[in-house]
């Protein structure tokens, strides 16, 4: 399965992609504003505005028709489901083109099916997209995971939120509680976290729906949407994917979560 589908993604590297990060290069990677909170900025935004001038003028010169091809078409292979947090940039960490991309982002990367903003973006991205790849990216140093180890009340709306977390964490309680180093109890529940909510992508009909209408269709190379559960390393900036047999989940879930039935894939 995993080299069937290394045969057919789609290459990112296509034309305007090289363009782009051609583009992208040209300008200086900065560190995030430093200093107490409160204090680190100005009023204005107008160095944001300058910044956007010096890379739409880089953009332009690599390839002047940059902006005319994204004004007309939005077309992403990907939808990436992330967290919030400000150092985890999509396109940045895998370095795909603008616009090959559609990025859903919440605390702690949750896809929880009564979320009507996440539910709305996954179906749209399904079903009028038609992406390729749904990635459920998650990261160590999560903010939301290391939340819902502790037993603090962190007031609603956030408790309600975290407590999707501590479900997870309910759920694989005893491989947790082995773990006695509380660094390595925290990726482990990252890492937990992002396979559940990969599962709930599984679960729902329009992922199903899709993906038994392209495996049984000729004109589809294989199974779509291919769904990932993967894990970032701020520390690093290594992604990695998970080793899961989802074939063996899928099939042991078959008959709680089965809306549509998919053939042997």
Known sequence: QQ???QQHLPDANTSLATHAAVASSALEAMKPLDGPKGKRSSKHIDHMLASNERWRKATMQVMPEY???FGRKHSPTYMWIGCADARITADRIVNVAQGDMFVARNVANLVVHTDVNLMSAVTYAVDVLEVEHIIVCGHYDCGGVKASLMNVDHQAPLENWLRNIRDVRRMHFDELEAISDPVQKQHRLVELNVQE??????KTGVVQ???VF????PDFPYTQPRLHAVVYDPADGILKELAIDWGKILKENAAVYNLYQLPDD
């Open 3 to 5: 080299q069937q589908q």
């Open 67 to 69: 902006f005319e091809t």
């Open 197 to 202: 909510q990969t599962m709930n992508l599984f």
């Open 209 to 211: 729906k899709r993906r």
């Open 214 to 217: 392209t495996a049984k269709s």
